[in-house]
């Protein structure tokens, strides 16, 4: 068990800017134990009034896309160019797995990891995407209160852990590579068509030109989905995080998306509708683990799923039964 602290000693931390406190109060947020989660709700009630400030860009695309080389390259660009405090987390329930995940990899983020303007966190080990959405969006919350005015929130774009994603961001950033096959169908649709911006990625050398061919592709993609609520037409660009190029576009569209949405209320919507989303999300997941922590569920359960499977009793009349027992 992590090393516990008062709930005054997490929240004047965090307050105050402590990176190892908000490590810690993010230890108690990703825990499983009741004690810990009470003191983690706690510490997130009083430092509540003091989030919100930041950007919330989550980011996305396939393994290999370059992912971890882009957000290196970006976050370091903001430090530097922007003077932004820069946290970056990640949404990916099977971070345990050897590549792909930016986070699991920290030796291909040297240089955000080591500076003094970011913090980076991994993504909570053993738990369900819905566990770990969880806990990201309250990380979210511990890393704006601590001060960090941007948030990168990564995620692996192969899952449904995108739709959990875009439902805690302002900006949905989708990496796509150029020439991979048949452009259009490496990624699901359904993510495309959440994305605010596309970032073509790998836009250097003899892969200039597919570059440049891809992103023409995609705006005419783009163009036939029907115009957002929020008013914005997504933004096709090309990068290269080896080269560091294409990264000031990608800043002005995420800028340029945020001065057209505070202003015509778009953003504070979003965020009040997503705050409701979470809140459902929330009663879903309790009475889930309340039904499966009940006494006479762990008993019955298994029997009845046993015969479910063997056709002996309908999945419904199996489920009202155990429904009735809570
Ligand atoms: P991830 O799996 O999406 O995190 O991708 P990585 O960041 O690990 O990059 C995958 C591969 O693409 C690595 O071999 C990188 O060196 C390469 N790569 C990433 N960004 C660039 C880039 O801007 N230009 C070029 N030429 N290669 C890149």
Redesign the pocket.
Known sequence: MAKRFSADTYIAGILAGDRVMLSRAITLVESKLPSDQELAQEVIAAVLPSAGNAVRIGIT?V????????IEAFGLYLIREQQKKLAVLAVDPSSQRS??S?LGDKT?MDALATNPQAFIRPSPAGKSLGGVTRSTRESIILCEAAGFDTIFVETVGVGQSETAVHAMVDFFLLLMLAGAGDELQGIKRGIMEMADAIAI??A??S?LPKANAARAEYRNALHLYPKAASGWLPQVSTC????KTGLDTIWQTIYNYLQLTQSNGFFEQKRRSQNLQWLYEAIRQGLEENFYAHQQVKEQLPAIAAQVKDGQKSAFAAAAQLLKLV
């Not at 290269?240 to 080269?243: D, H, R, V």
């Open positions: 695309g393994p290999g896309v370059g992912k971890s080389m882009f590549g792909g930016i291909r990625t790998k250097d050398g892969n290269s995080a080896l080269e």
